[in-house]
């Protein structure tokens, strides 16, 4: 049963009580040590209903919530973005101080690219390559399968028919 199929049991259960003590309780019970009024039987199973429903609204408005947080969150990750081009654009992208004033950090100047650093930087792709096992698509083609044998085994329903005798020529 989910959550939802739970709360809904519980809130027939509840209703279903309630109309219980409408038709049938007309003076206070002891339940527990404690007497109980009809109405304030009522009373409890109705606070449940209330809180199960008070729960739900929460819920759904939680959820509301999350989904307008999201988007807002799009939109505005894209304007600091451009926001970040403009101030490096009007000022240049060594401007720390100003972008720090923003919150922002400067672009990371890229490394010098060497001929051992490149070779590096190959050797290692092909590395992570060769452990992941992972292929281009043109290598992807070139594989195939191979069988190296293949057994079989025939399954009989019944006993082997007998072979008949070859039959002389009259």
């Known amino acids: 049963m989910s959550k939802n199929t739970n709360r809904v049991a519980i809130k027939t259960r509840d209703t279903s009580i309630m109309a219980g003590i409408d038709k049938h309780m007309t003076a206070p019970i002891t339940l527990g040590g404690k007497p109980y009024t009809p109405a304030e039987l009522k009373a409890a199973f109705q606070a449940e209903i209330t809180a199960l429903d008070a ?3 929460l819920r759904k408005s939680l959820t509301d919530g999350v989904v307008n947080a999201k988007a807002v969150g799009a939109q505005l990750g894209k304007l600091y973005q451009q926001l970040r081009w403009a101030l490096m ?4 992208p060594d401007a720390n101080a100003i972008l720090n004033d923003y919150g ?3 672009p990371k100047a890229p490394g010098p690219k060497t001929i051992e650093a490149k070779a590096t930087a190959k050797a290692k792709s092909a590395a992570t ?5 992972t292929m281009g698509s043109s290598q992807k083609k070139s594989v ?6 293949i057994q079989v085994t025939p399954v009989l329903a019944g006993p082997a028919p007998a072979e008949k005798a070859p039959e002389e020529p009259i």
């Open 144 to 149: 195939h399968g191979n069988v190296v044998a």
């Open 129 to 133: 390559r060769t452990a992941r096992h």
């Open 55 to 57: 729960n739900e609204a």
């Open 104 to 106: 922002m950090t400067a």
């Open 89 to 92: 654009a009007q000022y240049g």
